[in-house]
């Protein structure tokens, strides 16, 4: 017979051995001798400990079934891949070849090089063969998807160095909770998946989830330093929540993210409505993208009016969008999306520069109010657009006048009081909005000298009706008055509001009452008519 | 040149004394025999709800030796107060000293007489507190 590295095996009917080569026999033959049939063979090539367990039963099912291909492990470590093929008189021919290495750079390939774990590849093979049943697990698989938190800040603070330290430690950590049957793999960066079976669900992802939240998430100390992260798990349940692997990973993986947003250090499982709810997120966010090329977005201007003197002051520039299909969507639903997706950079950025277009199209003094969302705080590039917006409408700085929350000062205070104060020295003004509904307003006032305080609709809408919220905004105005700032009333509605607000000593009134937001071209009206008049 | 590590933890062990006791014991032949390995002493109490212990040692053995500790789900909200390096060590006849011989002996009377509450104290005085007792109780 043909003497190669390819062990051949010609087995007659009823499974008798007729012919072998060499090589067949070094793979299956402990002692050399002969073996009248193939289960013979392959009985004492397992009690002689040549073939893995379990290699038997898959070689004779082959056989039986007449042809096709198989691969098994010998018990000294070589990957066999044996091909059956029928040939004349019913007879089987199998091949046995040797494809360790193959198998082998397959592995590597599956594996991450930093942390020794499974990478993707190989989470995917693994779920794809328990998804189809072919790993023959009880119970629901379980994946959670796990992300580090704080570790960004560790590579940009300690080094990347140190960061492949941790990330190591993390993984030795995450090890120690692990039960049997668990596939721990690193899917990038600082994401880690672990599929867990046969165990009893959701309580068996829970348990594990919060366990690895509690252990991974404790400091680590390294070369000197302390380290401190957070752990936050998605899990998604086969096959509920993904029948197949690709989905079971993305739904895994929008818990996370929902986890990430409920506040971090937290474990969500997958759910219908999670899902709803990020396709109609992401729905939006298409769109919006969309809006700001096709121009869908619009400005709105709402007059402000001096309580005094009963003069027209300016306008706020107020963002409306308008889509084709949704029809009119509220700022309250698209902003927050905005922010946290950038989108309001560039949004914000349009805004600008429509906003002093408009603005530069009226009469002097008259002034465009335009909102600054805290992201838009973060970007460098602030300051150059607010000036450059300036520039292009030829708008004196002086009307231009720039509201902030206090949800811009909350976080890094002093950068942000930099940049208002950047802002002032164009010569452009600064506004408080919302006044009185943060923690600390009075607080913010003492850092940076605003030019306005807009007190907060809340507080205007008791101020006939309830004597806290009018003790309120008298003392508003008493402390605009006293610190040399504006006061401004926001959603005044009806007369005896306007008189409450004028006795308390407010500067000036922006409302329903006053004037609805109006449209470009309707805003220049109401000024054509108000210089009209005069 | 030497570190001390000092921290404090929430215990979780068992409620059931005899249990604890066991959970306790265990806790230090183990730490005791590790510690002896790489040169590591120190000092570990405990009252009804928390654990302080004191580690001095090579700075890479005191690192492995507090990273076992941070792996132990007998304990959790592990708060590291200290880990600076000492001129010379407090308990260097010690592998690892036990202040109080049961969880119902005098120092948890103490504890709960003076309504100690670790986390309001600083390394220092922790240390020293450790360091006062044990010269007291055990010697």
């Known amino acids: ?534 | 040149m030497d570190y001390r590590l000092v921290y404090h933890s929430a215990n979780r062990l068992e409620s059931d004394q005899d249990q604890k006791h066991a959970q306790i014991e265990q806790i230090l032949e183990k730490s005791r025999r590790n510690n002896a390995q790489v040169g590591v002493t120190g000092a570990l109490m405990f009252n009804a709800g928390h654990f302080i212990q004191v580690l001095e040692g090579p700075p890479a053995a005191v690192e492995a030796t507090f990273e076992r500790i941070q792996q132990d789900d007998r304990h959790g909200d592990v708060a590291l107060i200290q880990f600076e390096p000492i001129a010379q060590r407090g308990f260097s006849n010690w592998s690892m000293a036990y202040v109080g011989s049961s969880p119902t002996d005098r120092l948890n009377g103490i504890g709960a007489r003076s309504g100690f509450d670790p986390g309001k104290l600083d390394a220092e005085t922790l240390f020293q507190r450790l360091r006062a007792l044990l010269t007291q109780e055990q010697v």
Request: hydrophobic share 45%; charged share 20%; proline share 4%.
């Open chain 1, 1 to 534: 017979m043909l003497e190669t590295r390819t062990g051949i095996v010609l087995v007659g009917p009823e499974g008798r051995v007729l012919q072998y080569n060499l090589s067949a026999a070094a793979l299956l033959l402990a002692d050399r001798a002969p073996r009248e049939t193939l289960a013979q063979v392959l009985d004492d090539a397992e009690k002689f400990g040549l073939i893995a367990a379990g290699a038997k039963e898959r070689i004779l099912k082959l056989c039986a079934s007449g042809g096709g291909n198989c691969q098994f492990d010998t018990v000294d470590g070589r990957s066999i891949h044996l091909a059956a093929s029928s040939a004349e008189h019913g007879q089987i021919l199998l091949e046995f070849i040797d494809v360790t290495p193959v198998v082998r750079s397959v592995r590597n390939e599956q594996r991450d090089p930093l942390t020794g774990l499974p990478n993707r590849v190989a989470l995917l093979e693994r779920l794809a063969s328990i998804l189809t049943g072919r790993d023959g697990v009880s119970g629901q698989p379980a994946l959670l998807y796990i992300d580090l938190d704080r570790f960004k800040s560790v590579n940009d603070t300690l080094g990347h160095a140190m960061g492949d330290l941790v990330l190591k430690r993390v993984v030795d950590r995450m090890g120690r909770v692990l039960e049997d049957g668990d596939m721990l793999v690193r899917l990038g960066g600082d994401e880690f998946g672990l599929l867990q079976v046969g165990k009893s669900q959701p309580h068996a992802a829970e348990a594990l989830g919060r366990k690895l939240i509690d252990i991974v998430g404790r400091a680590y100390l390294l070369q000197g330093n302390m380290v401190n992260l957070g752990v936050s798990i998605g899990v998604a349940l086969a096959p509920a929540d993904g029948d197949e692997a690709g989905l079971l990973i993305k739904n895994a993986d929008l818990a996370l993210f929902k986890a990430k947003s409920d506040g971090r250090g937290t474990l969500r499982f997958f759910t219908d409505d999670l899902n709803r709810r990020v396709q109609a997120r992401r729905a939006l966010e298409v769109d919006m993208r969309r809006a700001l090329a096709l121009r869908e977005f619009d400005l709105a201007y709402q007059p402000q009016y001096d309580v005094g003197t009963k003069q027209l002051v300016g306008f706020e520039a107020l963002l409306r969008w308008t889509h084709a299909e949704r029809g009119v969507v509220s700022p309250a639903d698209f902003i927050p999306l905005a922010e946290e997706t950038g989108l309001i950079v560039p949004l914000g950025e349009w805004v600008l520069r429509t906003a002093c277009r408009q603005a530069a199209s009226w009469p002097a003094p008259l002034s465009v109010s335009i909102n600054l969302s805290p992201v838009q705080f973060r970007t460098p590039e602030l300051v150059p657009i607010v000036l450059s917006a300036l520039g292009q409408a030829g708008l004196d700085p002086s009307r231009l006048d720039i509201e902030i929350t206090e949800g811009a000062l909350l976080d890094n205070t002093e950068s942000v009081v930099a940049i208002l104060e950047q802002i002032k020295a164009l010569g452009a003004r600064v506004s408080m909005d919302d006044f009185g509904t943060g923690y600390s307003s009075l607080s913010y006032l003492q850092k940076f000298a605003f030019d306005k305080i807009k007190i907060d609709q809340s507080f205007v809408r008791g101020v006939v009706s309830q004597p806290d919220s009018a003790a309120i905004v008298r003392a508003v105005a008493a402390l605009g008055a006293s610190l040399g700032m504006t006061t401004i009333a926001e959603g005044v509605e009806t007369q005896a509001q306007l008189d409450e607000i004028g006795r308390f000593g407010c500067n000036q009134v922006q409302g329903y009452l006053t004037g609805r937001p109006l449209t470009a071209q309707a805003a220049a009206a109401l000024i054509a008519s108000v210089s009209a008049r005069d």
